[in-house]
């Protein structure tokens, strides 16, 4: 199959037929002209003469020359020559196209290897970042928490849970970045920023002071 096969891979007396015949389209032989003996092409083209004989055979198969016992090979037909010398560039072009495409889908693979395993680091690095970075998280305070009345230092709450107050939000009203004397109250949303886990730890910290304090 063509498509198979590499350019360079053309038979050797394949090569040597286009060649003559591409002398013919020239005109560098004429129709009717004498070409030289097998032998005398075989030297020019340093091959055997079986190569020239199987070259001269597939020429006279497409009507370019006729081989006459006694007589030699002369040139026959010149838009035979042309037309085949035209069909080989085709042929060599094909194939040629044939390979580049082939290399492209190799690199294509390749490539698409590399991306995956990019891809797989960026997933990996991305997940490990979403554990890492802090976030932002509120709780409720209900009347019944132990919390109320306390102040956040007199709680240590940054040291008990991993996690710090950005705000207080009260009655609608949010009041930003509270002092550690300031204190808690009934029904107060506390607006905090932590680490993973730290979640847990204030929650507990809400419902359990005392247990909490002693850990």
Known sequence: MVGNRDIHEFARYEQIAVDIAAKIARNEYAVGDKLYGRSVLAGQYNVSPETIRRAVALLQSMRIVQVEAGRGISVTNQQKALDYVENFNQRKGLMIAQQEFAELLTKRRALDEEIEQQIKKILSYTSRMINLLPRVDDIFVSAESPLVGKSLGEIDF?????????????????????????????????????AEGCKTRVEKLLTCLKEAEDQ
């Open 158 to 194: 940054r040291n008990k849970t991993g996690a710090t107050v950005l705000a207080i939000e009260r009655n609608g009203e949010e009041y930003l970045a509270p002092s550690p004397d300031d204190r808690i109250e009934a029904n107060d949303i506390l607006i905090y920023v932590g």
